[in-house]
Nanobody
């Protein structure tokens, strides 16, 4: 019954922007850290960023620092990923996932996962 749903993906040109949303239902998002992950064809799923339950820690993969920004609105049960200056290598399915309270380094530590949203960056 507990779910995460991503939205906002699509096709953009290099240098363009997208804003992804991750909305929870069936549980209180404010008690969870939210990680963003992506998986390109033939590649392992990789962590992009994580924001802990109270926003006291926000981290980013080096390749997206300065381009991607995470924020959360607990009243709306939603976390956002703003993606700017997109590059072709950002093309992937993007997922959000919830982990109790604080960010962690293992995919196995995330309790809930969204279905993913496709981001394609191409000219």
């Amino acid at each position: 019954q507990s779910q995460l749903v991503e939205s906002g993906g699509g096709l953009v040109q290099p240098g363009g922007s997208l804003r992804l949303s991750c909305t929870a239902s069936g549980f209180t998002l404010g008690r969870y850290a939210i990680g963003w992950f992506r998986q390109a064809p033939g590649k392992e799923r990789e962590g992009i960023s994580c924001i802990n339950y109270d926003s006291s820690n926000i981290n980013y993969r080096d390749s997206v620092k300065g381009r991607f920004t995470v924020d959360r609105d607990n009243a709306e049960n939603t976390v956002y990923l703003q993606m700017n200056s997109l590059k072709p290598e950002d093309t992937a399915v993007y997922y959000c996932a919830a982990r109790h309270l604080v960010c962690g380094g293992s995919l196995a530590g995330y309790e809930y996962w969204g279905q993913g949203t496709q981001v394609t960056v191409s000219s």
